[in-house]
């Protein structure tokens, strides 16, 4: 069965270091998301691409986040520099897109559990 | 603005049936429902597209109340598989795919 890929599984880090996260989505799925998901909440949208063009990022902290899905498929999610709040769990999913139905069905992948001392 | 669920919390013992709820101070315009084990990620249970529609996945199932702005998730003679956090997620838009999640529920299922 396809799964959305994400790696690294965990990453621990220093306050002010560059971090980065890897998403692989279901093949042929052309919408990505990331989400951020604090211990005890729901997740939290950050960026959402459709193919290779962002259609949302109002939420994601632009002054230290950047996320890229350059061809359309695999995507990276940089935080430059870390700060103590960005620990967290970061998902990211994918859908086939399209307006209706099971189109907007969102699989997840793993997440990366990041913790900044 | 994001919905909200209730209970925050439910503690079953297996074979009893429990409720959450999930609420909108805004147009509903699809529900979806996901749940979570500890240390997994949300996994897809159903989505409910128009209003008064009900769905079911194994024993759980879901209604949709377009008027009350508001969804129910049913668990039915609930298995020690259903413990986790039921997260639903809402779309901004009509035709959307942009979700606004709820805090969750946290459901536990003792022998």
């Known amino acids: 069965e396809a799964e959305v890929a994400q790696s690294p599984r965990y990453k621990i880090t220093e306050k002010s270091q560059a971090v980065a996260f890897w998403c692989d989505p279901i093949s042929g799925h052309a919408t990505l998301y990331w989400y951020r998901q604090i211990l005890g909440q729901g997740p939290e949208l950050l960026v959402q691409?459709?193919?290779?063009?962002?259609?949302?990022d109002s939420q994601l902290p632009k002054d230290r986040f950047s996320a890229e899905r350059l061809k359309g498929v695999d995507s990276t999610l940089k935080i430059q520099p870390a700060e103590l709040g960005d620990s967290a769990m970061y998902l990211c999913?994918?859908?086939?897109?399209?307006?209706?139905?099971?189109?907007?069905?969102?699989?997840f992948g793993p997440g990366t559990r990041l913790t900044v001392l | 603005q994001q919905p909200v669920q209730s209970p925050q919390a439910v503690i079953l013992r297996e074979g009893e049936d429990a409720v959450i709820n999930c609420s909108s101070s805004k147009a509903l315009y699809s529900v979806h429902w996901y749940r979570q084990k500890h240390g997994e990620a949300p996994v897809f249970l159903m989505i409910l597209l128009k209003g008064g529609e009900q769905k079911g996945h194994e024993k759980i199932s879901a209604s949709f109340n377009e008027k009350k702005q508001q969804s129910s998730l049913y668990l039915t003679a609930s298995q020690l598989s259903y413990s986790g956090t039921y997260f639903c997620g809402t779309p901004w838009k009509a035709a959307g795919n942009k979700l606004t999640f709820g805090g969750g529920t946290r459901v536990l299922v003792k022998p």
């Open positions: 999913a994918s859908s086939l897109g399209g307006t209706s139905g099971r189109q907007h069905e969102q699989f």
């Open positions: 691409f459709q193919d290779e063009s962002v259609v949302d």
